[in-house]
Nanobody, 120 residues
């Protein structure tokens, strides 16, 4: 069974950092594109970033450019989040599919998410 599991979320103060991980089981994540999404209470899901299977980064949301960095190794994709702001508070979810252009679709492999809370 193909599964993704996010980890690394938590409660931090504004300006601090977190590193999220998205780990795969049951399949080789290195052959997939992986996207990070986030959903805050009462808001629609937002695409944060995506990385192709070859390591090419296709985009960052404007709201995170210069602060977040996506990277990957063989079976894990990371999201390094620096200079966190209260508006970054959300559940962060990763998804995997063949292409970054399709990673947001329902047929993609989705994790369950990890909570990130930025508050003083």
């Amino acid at each position: 069974q193909k599964e993704l599991a996010e980890s690394g979320g938590g409660l931090v103060q504004p300006g601090e950092s977190l590193r999220l991980s998205c780990a795969a089981s049951g399949f080789a994540l290195n052959t997939y594109a992986v996207g990070w999404f986030r959903q805050a209470p009462g808001k629609e899901r937002e695409g944060v970033s995506c990385i192709r299977n070859d390591g090419t980064i296709t985009f960052y949301a404007d709201s995170v450019k210069g602060r977040f960095t996506i990277s990957r190794d063989y079976n894990t994709v990371y999201l390094q989040m620096n200079s966190l702001k209260p508006e970054d508070t959300a559940v962060y979810i990763c998804a995997a599919d063949v292409l970054c252009s399709t990673v947001s679709e329902r047929r993609a492999i989705w994790g369950r998410g990890t909570q990130v809370t930025v508050s003083s």
